[in-house]
């Protein structure tokens, strides 16, 4: 069972969303937040495997309930559960700076429901939601001389370097495992690896270093 918790300022929206996901079998709603200082808290005490975070609310937004609740991770023993940005608009700076807080992705709130409760699996799972349309634009640019120094850094080799391209298209382990005809739990090592030698805390990380970096370009 997926444990989640619904952080939007407007009742409808939590509404609609508690109907869509709690009509799945494996997924259940633990918790309700009206704003992102409520969200952090709820969190904590509940302790969701994934937290569906309006990005623009009143008082506390979800930008800065994301980077609470991922700087608790970074303590001794600390936790943070995954964070599944969910927003009007795909092209919206306020979603491209949750994803470098530590957001594990995003999502429309137009989205259809089979699309809501597959994204929230996803991400529960340990891969990450982006539209690599989207993160193209949004990472247009954004490159900054800290990204090329750490990718320059990190050293990856050819076959580390292919899957990170793979990633940053929005491709699965799966998905890469059959593009590469590799097995997935090689792919997942390959995934590992590139994530410890950039200090990259998940997938979407490592996208957007790779974006930044240039070295992935968004013509790619």
């Known amino acids: 069972m997926i444990d989640i918790l619904l952080a939007d300022d407007e009742e409808l929206v939590r509404a609609g969303l508690r109907a869509v996901l709690e009509a799945q079998g494996d997924l259940r709603v633990v918790g309700e937040a009206r704003d992102g200082a409520e969200a952090v808290a709820l969190a904590r005490e509940l302790r969701p495997h994934v937290v569906l975070m309006d990005v623009r609310m009143p008082g506390t937004d979800g930008l800065a309930a994301t980077r609470e609740l991922v700087r608790g991770a970074a303590a001794p023993g600390g936790w943070a559960p995954k964070i599944l940005v969910v927003t009007t608009f795909e092209i919206d700076d306020y979603v491209y700076q949750a994803l470098r807080a530590g957001a ?61 391209r793979l990633v940053a298209r929005g491709l699965t382990n799966g998905e890469i495992a059959d593009r590469l005809f590799l097995g997935v739990q090689t792919v997942k090592t390959h995934v590992s690896s590139v994530l410890g030698k950039l200090g990259a805390r998940d997938r979407t990380q490592a996208v957007i270093a790779a974006y930044e970096s240039g070295f992935v370009e968004p013509a790619e």
């Open 104 to 164: 594990d992705g995003f999502l429309l709130k137009r989205s259809r429901p089979a699309e809501i409760a597959h994204a929230v699996r996803l991400v529960a799972a340990g891969e990450s939601l982006l539209f690599p349309t989207a993160i193209r634009r949004l990472a247009a640019g954004q490159g900054n001389r800290e990204a090329r120094a750490t990718m320059a850094r990190a050293a990856l080799t050819d076959r580390e370097a292919e899957v990170l």
